[in-house]
């Protein structure tokens, strides 16, 4: 029998709906797949200009391993490599000559002994050739280069190495028994806890002489001061990669050791030193300048003298300190009221008797508190003053030692405190943040201000990046706000902002400050709460990648070491805070 009309008709109906969502299906997924590939394509363009971005930096920065590497070769007396690089290519090398690496040229620790009192010697069996270091892994999270042959490698975009033409005592033992015990703790940071697992307990010094080096000791290991061998460093593009990631690259610590402070009341500057690898001091509102010797790579630290630095009328403690680049003696600025003195210099080489502290007798402060100093990065040694006077002072050493005059770069562009102040490496360029919520970048050769920008709160500091020359951090009044980042290129523009809520307080103390990496991608904070912050300027987040209980009370700052993987602590416990980056 024949179909009925009637279900044929059913049926045909039945087969065009089966083709239509067959075919809308197949459109469907022909949409997703074309999708798929657009995303994949831009993917794939993104990653291939990283690679570029990359490999120029790579290729700069073997370029400037292998000038460095000479300058030492020349430095130790082999003048037949300096020669050119024809008879480079014709004379024996006692580098290599392959590829370089962005990590620092590494010394055996027996190199210490090849350089002479007072100028370097030529000697035929002293000088350790230098080795080559492996080339530099993006993905570590970890922002020093670390290489277990050297003792004082600095990493990529802090001072170049620079060696004094006297006999450096910094590889050599010390001569004396630890004092105090030693706290571990081995628990890896985890985002948003407590990475540097705290150690409750904390390793007390007591306050005789028998837990402080005998005063020789203390000067054998002192940064012998020597004419200076300046060099540029080199600029690296950081800005593009600000932002540029969706998740933070986490940095893996450990508490090795929370030692006491020794002073007696709250600590306010910590500092390390340019020259020598193995010291950093402490100064607090007891008016101590404490030096301290670290032992094992940041395992622990040891006292070695306690200095007082107050001031020589009425007795203030320092309110800021700064280290000389030559790393022989340490600057200290107090108040103008009263006349007191306003700069004192703490003499780090004097072995006999007690390290003498001298005192400038220029004023040019005229009232409040000096709140900032700090070295100019240039080949010309000058340091920057900012003070509650409103004023910026420059100050040259021009007549010799200790001879120090001042010069008022400008006292009416900011109409409140200047709360800090820094030097561009790439200009002639002073920066100066204000509590009149102005920051100002005054130009040495034009003798104006090249830059100024205005900001809704008031500003507590300013800190350029060590690696990429115009971008530079200031700390701000607003919470959750306290961090922006800034294009020296781009007026009246912000390019990035950080920060974090606080449980202990409601507004920003100028107590709190921060510091940069090494490799200038990160910024560490301290905080009214007893918190270390970390800051991964790639995180496009507005808060801290990680944040870190350290301490048990608020943590004023927490600084990198520039050769060591190693942050230094300090808080208003009166401990001092080590924490090795593994």
Not at 107 to 132: A, M, T, V
Not at 138 to 157: A, L, T
Request: charged share 25%; glycine share 6%; aromatic share 6%.
């Amino acid at each position: 029998m024949n179909t009925p009309p009637i279900e044929k008709k059913v049926k045909i109906e039945k087969e065009e709906e089966v083709n239509g969502i067959e075919e809308q299906n197949r459109m469907e997924q022909e949409e997703a797949l074309v999708a798929l590939i657009e995303h994949r394509t831009k993917e794939v363009e993104h990653l291939r200009q990283r690679i570029t971005y990359y490999k120029s930096q790579f290729d700069e920065a073997e370029n400037r391993l292998e000038e460095t590497q000479l300058k030492l070769a020349r430095l130790q007396g082999r003048e037949n490599i300096a020669a050119s690089t024809t008879s480079r290519g014709n004379r024996a090398s006692p580098m290599t000559s392959k590829r370089r690496s962005t990590s620092p040229i590494q010394i055996s620790e027996g190199s210490s002994h090849s350089l002479s009192e007072s100028k370097p010697q030529r000697r035929k069996d002293s000088n350790p050739p230098l080795r080559k270091s492996p080339a530099p892994d993006w993905k570590m999270s970890s922002p020093f280069q670390k290489n277990e042959y050297s003792s004082r490698s600095v990493p990529q975009g802090k001072r170049p190495l620079v060696i004094p033409d006297v006999k450096p005592r910094v590889s050599q033992p010390l001569k004396m028994t630890e004092s105090g015990p030693k706290f571990s703790n081995t628990s890896d940071s985890q985002a948003g806890g407590s990475g540097f697992a705290h150690v409750t307990s904390t390793a007390r010094l007591k306050a005789d002489k028998s837990h402080r080096m005998p005063e020789k000791e203390a000067s054998e290991i002192q940064p012998k001061g020597t004419k200076r061998k300046f060099e540029q460093k080199e600029h690296r593009e950081l800005i593009p990669l600000i932002g540029s990631y969706s998740s933070a690259s986490m940095i893996r610590c450990q508490t090795s050791c929370v030692i006491s402070s020794q002073h007696k009341r709250k600590l306010r500057t910590i500092i390390s030193c340019p020259t020598n690898d193995q010291l950093f001091a402490s100064s607090a509102l007891d008016g101590l300048v404490n030096l301290w010797k670290i032992h094992g790579r940041g395992s622990t630290a040891d006292l070695l003298s306690s200095t007082d630095c107050l001031s020589s009328k009425h007795r203030r403690w320092p309110e800021d300190v700064a280290w000389h680049p030559e790393g022989d003696s340490l600057f200290s600025v107090y108040s103008a009221d009263g006349g007191d003195s306003q700069i004192s210099i703490l003499n780090l080489n004097k072995g006999k008797g007690k390290m003498r502290v001298s005192f400038l007798e220029e004023k040019p402060h005229v009232k409040g508190i000096i709140n900032n100093i700090i070295f100019m990065p240039w080949e010309d040694i000058q340091f920057v003053t900012g003070g509650s006077d409103h004023a910026v002072i420059m100050w040259n050493n021009r007549d010799g030692e200790n001879s120090w005059k001042p010069k008022a770069l400008h006292r009416s562009f900011h109409s409140s405190a200047v709360m800090g102040v820094a030097g561009l490496q790439h200009k002639k360029v002073v920066m100066s943040a204000g509590a009149d919520k102005r920051i100002i970048g005054f130009d040495l050769i034009s003798q104006r201000a090249e830059y100024k920008h205005q900001i809704e709160t008031k500003c507590m500091s300013v800190l350029p990046n060590p690696c990429d020359f115009n971008l530079f951090m200031v700390q701000t009044g607003t919470i959750e706000r306290q961090l922006r980042l800034f294009d020296f290129r781009l007026r009246q523009t912000e390019v990035h902002a950080f920060g974090w809520k606080q449980e202990s307080s409601d507004s920003q103390s100028a107590l709190i400050n921060q510091a940069w990496s090494p490799d200038g991608l990160y910024i560490t904070s301290g905080s009214v709460d007893p918190v270390i912050h970390i800051f991964d300027i790639r995180y496009n987040s507005h808060k801290p990648s990680q944040s870190i209980k350290a301490h048990q009370k608020r943590v004023f700052k927490a600084v990198w070491h520039h050769a060591v993987p190693l942050l230094i602590s300090i808080s208003s416990d009166l401990n001092i805070g080590l924490h090795k980056i593994i």
